[in-house]
């Protein structure tokens, strides 16, 4: 083995002082999710193990590390909303991770408004302007590869709705930049925002 690499097996340990392993898969989009409890607590929080996965229909995940409110609420109210993490947003979206109880609604925590959906029974945030009704579609508890079950649970959702604020369209393109997403990065606080500066463009060969 190279000295030009670091390696390591994970099951062995890192050997640095930081686990680097958000910080290599990195930046990822913000799943600002957004679920109601089956006694109409609202819950609001961020996961950064979120991505989209399907065109057609539109499918989105995300991974809970240990069994959190939002799972348990999408699991026995059927869907959620995501909402897009913006940098004016971003103190406010950090504000909706804290741990507190289920009775806790992180909108009020975060000075959020909550508004409804037509699809689903959790209120999207008003103040975001991209925002996905999910319907579930799968909620799937991870394995290891030898099959041991993970207290992680994927979920997914069908997207059955989407707000774009029409600011955000240009020509009837949506302007990624414009929106002012941001991503987390690795360690205990880094993220990134995304500019118009930092776009290139690269066709598919053929
Ligand atoms: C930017 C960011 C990303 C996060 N990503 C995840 C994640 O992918 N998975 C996870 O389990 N927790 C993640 N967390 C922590 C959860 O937001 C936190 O545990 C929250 O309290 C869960 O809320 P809930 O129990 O209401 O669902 C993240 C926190 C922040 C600030």
């Given at each position: 083995?190279?000295?030009?690499?670091?390696?390591?097996?994970?099951?062995?340990?890192?050997?640095?002082?930081?686990?680097?392993f958000?910080?290599?898969?990195?930046?990822?989009?913000?799943?600002?999710?957004?679920?109601?409890?089956?006694?109409?607590?609202?819950?609001?929080?961020p996961?950064?193990?979120?991505n989209?996965?399907?065109?057609?229909?539109?499918?989105?995940?995300?991974?809970?590390?240990?069994?959190?409110?939002?799972?348990?609420?999408?699991?026995?109210?059927?869907?959620?909303?995501?909402?897009?993490?913006?940098?004016?947003?971003?103190?406010?979206?950090?504000?909706?991770?804290?741990?507190?109880?289920?009775?806790?609604?992180?909108?009020?925590?975060?000075?959020?408004?909550?508004?409804?959906?037509?699809?689903?029974?959790?209120?999207?945030?008003?103040?975001?302007?991209?925002?996905?009704e999910?319907?579930?579609?799968?909620?799937?508890?991870?394995?290891?590869?030898?099959?041991?079950?993970?207290?992680?649970?994927?979920?997914?959702?069908?997207?059955?709705?989407?707000?774009?604020?029409?600011?955000?369209l240009?020509?009837?393109?949506y302007?990624?930049?414009?929106?002012?997403?941001?991503?987390?990065?690795?360690?205990?606080?880094?993220?990134?925002?995304?500019?118009?500066?930092?776009?290139?463009?690269?066709?598919?060969?053929?």
């Open positions: 083995m190279s000295d030009d690499f670091h390696y390591y097996e994970p099951s062995a340990g890192h050997g640095l002082p930081h686990d680097p958000n910080a290599l898969v990195a930046p990822r989009p913000i799943g600002w999710i957004s679920s109601v409890a089956a006694d109409g607590t609202r819950n609001l929080a996961y950064s193990f979120f989209a996965f399907n065109y057609t229909p539109p499918i989105v995940g995300f991974a809970s590390v240990g069994y959190k409110h939002s799972v348990a609420n999408i699991e026995a109210t059927g869907g959620f909303g995501w909402n897009l993490a913006t940098r004016p947003l971003a103190e406010a979206m950090n504000e909706s991770c804290r741990p507190v109880e289920a009775e806790v609604d992180e909108f009020e925590l975060a000075g959020l408004t909550p508004t409804p959906s037509r699809h689903i029974a959790a209120p999207r945030v008003a103040e975001s302007p991209v925002s996905f999910c319907r579930l579609s799968q909620i799937l508890r991870l394995t290891g590869a030898d099959g041991e079950a993970t207290n992680s649970w994927m979920v997914f959702g069908e997207v059955v709705g989407v707000y774009i604020a029409r600011h955000l240009v020509d009837g393109i302007d990624t930049a414009a929106a002012e997403p941001i991503l987390r990065a690795g360690g205990p606080a880094d993220y990134f925002e995304v500019s118009p500066n930092h776009r290139f463009q690269m066709h598919r060969p053929g």
